[in-house]
């Protein structure tokens, strides 16, 4: 069990936006730490999609986009396509257990 | 173009030592933060640990006492050792880069990582 809680799935039509969720603690996200989010499409290495809450390497797509607030952060994507189908990950620092964590990681479908 | 390629035993005895090695090719070592990352089947990311440039470590307080990563600058590669391993060991590794962009450097940021190795401890 993850301190960085995500939904297990989530799912949208082609073109449309859905947003991902990172729920954490004042020991990780509420203490301020940077949060990064990957996809991993199955059977490959996960990719950086999000640095440092809302930055976007080169060559990741604006319809990727960060936030957080809080105890929580968010990813969204818009204009969904076919290729955006994979699990995303959450990833801060956790202060209690002094280690980098990643969340439990969500499954998008794209119907 | 920078690229990372992990080797090592895909089969390991319960008790035993798992090694694996990471080849860096594209860039060298120096300077930045390389980690290993590990995910068992099925399942979600795990930080293990990482080596800086010249050799200082950092690593999951869960797996501390058991882990060992070190670098050999000479050949441009660093290495894990995972000491009495059983079957919740048993997973994808991966090694991986931080990301560095505009002179900032993102130790947590992994941006380049390795195909990942499939390790499984059996006897």
């Not at chain 1, 976007?56 to 204009?79: E, Y």
């Not at chain 2, 010249?54 to 590669?77: E, M």
Request: hydrophobic share 30%.
């Amino acid at each position: 069990q993850s301190v960085l809680t995500q939904p297990p799935s989530v799912s949208g039509a082609p073109g449309q936006r859905v947003t991902i969720s990172c729920t954490g603690t004042g020991s990780n996200i509420g203490a301020g730490y940077d949060v990064y989010w990957y996809q991993q499409v199955l059977g490959t290495a996960p990719k950086l999609l999000i640095y440092a809450d809302a930055n976007r390497p080169s060559g990741v797509p604006d319809r990727f986009s960060g936030s957080k607030s809080g105890t929580s952060a968010s990813l969204a994507i818009s204009g969904l396509q076919a290729e955006d189908e994979a699990d995303y990950y959450c990833q801060s620092y956790d202060t209690s257990l002094s280690a980098w964590v990643f969340g439990g990681g969500t499954k998008l479908t794209v119907l | 173009q920078v690229q990372l390629q992990e080797s090592g035993p895909g089969l390991v005895k319960p008790s035993e030592t798992l090694s694996l090695t990471c080849t860096v090719s594209g860039h060298s070592i120096s300077p930045y933060y390389w980690s290993w990352i590990r995910q068992p089947p099925g399942k979600g990311l795990e930080w293990i640990g990482y080596i800086y440039d010249s050799g200082s470590t950092n690593y999951n307080p869960s797996l501390k006492s058991r882990v060992t990563i070190s670098v050999d600058t000479s050949k441009n590669q660093f290495s894990l050792k995972l000491s009495s391993v059983t079957a919740a060991d048993t997973a994808v590794y991966y090694c991986a880069r931080n990301y560095c962009n505009d002179g900032a450097c993102y130790p947590a940021a992994f941006d380049i990582w390795g195909q990942g190795t499939m390790v499984t401890v059996s006897s």
